[in-house]
């Protein structure tokens, strides 16, 4: 039986102009744009994890908020279960917003510190009407059973507690509209490893109980290779490689994946059998990106059509998807 498609995002653009002034106009100097993200398109199924993997700066973060319509793309579209999200406005968005939530990275900045939790967790109650309800207390109570808080946390503030509390208490509040689909844009990396573990743990929990698909933002493989279905790959603003997590780690088509996977300390320090090697050098600025492949100034396979010709995405092998136009003949090396 297929898998039902959730989300489908097709060729996202999202560029941020950099200020223009008069004297700029006046020297007719071209206008600049940061492209954050750059034609992505890619699909989420139904109680499927899809991993978003990438270096600081890749845009990973601006495509979670672009999904979402929280920072609305240049172009593109954006379809939840068929629906057209990147055509909706005003109410209807707003309606969307209760199957469409978000984690963020750090809950010291993402809750209220004057609000105690019980305000924290009525707010989405009340933007839809149901602070008043009959079902309030019953949401609330269950919200904070499903992440593991005792009940009387409703009448304390966030300071009161430790940063993986605290994030329990972001989870429940995205969780207490019953969404069907959940951005996670780096939900652990503020915490310390063993609290990871357990977010994390929590995560794939919830995930089988409400039948959740997420689009799990991170810059951890090991992170990514625990919790999802699928992995995808972003490098300066475009997708370089996607596929089943296991075939993209363990046999990838694209140099700057095996360089990522190259650069997770082992215990021996040293990876047998990869092809990848740990690269020098920064992302791109997004203002000005390399013509061509833009990771062709940092490839040690660049070939001058690399930096002429941007390559397409297309499927190598079964649902395994690569921008390269060499991947075949550095695969067959490895």
């Not at 100097?29 to 600081?56: C, H, M, N, P």
């Not at 290779?225 to 780690?249: F, P, Q, S, T």
């Not at 070939?303 to 092998?317: F, L, Y």
Request: proline share 6%.
């Amino acid at each position: 039986m297929p898998q039902q498609q959730i989300l489908e995002v097709k060729n996202l653009v999202k560029h941020y102009p950099i200020s223009y002034g008069s004297i700029d106009a006046l020297l007719k100097r071209q206008r600049k744009w940061v492209r954050a993200v750059d034609d992505v398109s890619f699909e989420i199924y139904a109680k499927e994890t899809l991993g978003l993997v990438g270096e600081s700066g890749s845009g990973k973060t601006t495509l979670g908020r672009a999904v979402l319509m929280l920072d609305p793309p240049t172009s593109g579209s954006i379809s939840f279960k068929g629906e057209g999200v990147s055509e909706l406005k005003g109410e209807k968005l707003r309606q969307m917003r209760k199957v469409m939530q978000v984690v963020f990275q750090n809950p010291d900045s993402s809750l209220n510190p004057r609000h105690k939790v019980k305000e924290i967790l009525m707010e989405p109650l009340g933007a839809f009407g149901i602070a008043n309800s009959g079902q309030r207390d019953t949401l609330l109570e269950n919200s904070l059973k499903t992440v593991g808080l005792p009940l009387d946390s409703l009448g304390r503030l966030p300071h009161q507690f430790s940063g993986g509390q605290r994030q329990r208490i972001a989870i429940a509040r995205a969780l207490i509209l019953n969404p069907e689909f959940m951005v996670l844009d780096e939900p652990t990396s503020a915490l310390d490893s063993s609290v990871q573990a357990q977010i994390l743990n929590l995560l794939r929990r919830i995930q089988d109980e409400y039948g959740l698909s997420y689009l799990f933002i991170s810059h951890n493989i090991n992170v990514v290779r625990y919790m999802a279905d699928r992995i995808a790959v972003m490098y300066a603003g475009k997708l370089v490689e996607l596929g089943n997590v296991a075939d993209v780690l363990e046999r990838p088509l694209h140099p700057y994946t095996s360089a990522l996977i190259a650069s997770v300390p082992v215990p021996s320090g040293k990876r047998e059998g990869m092809l990848g090697e740990m690269i020098s050098g920064e992302t791109p600025s997004p203002v000005d990106t390399p013509a061509g492949c833009r990771f062709h100034p940092r490839c040690k396979y660049a070939r001058d059509m690399c930096s002429i010709t941007e390559p397409e995405m297309r499927e190598i092998e079964g649902n395994h998807w690569v921008a390269c136009h060499f991947a075949e003949e550095i695969f067959s090396k490895s």
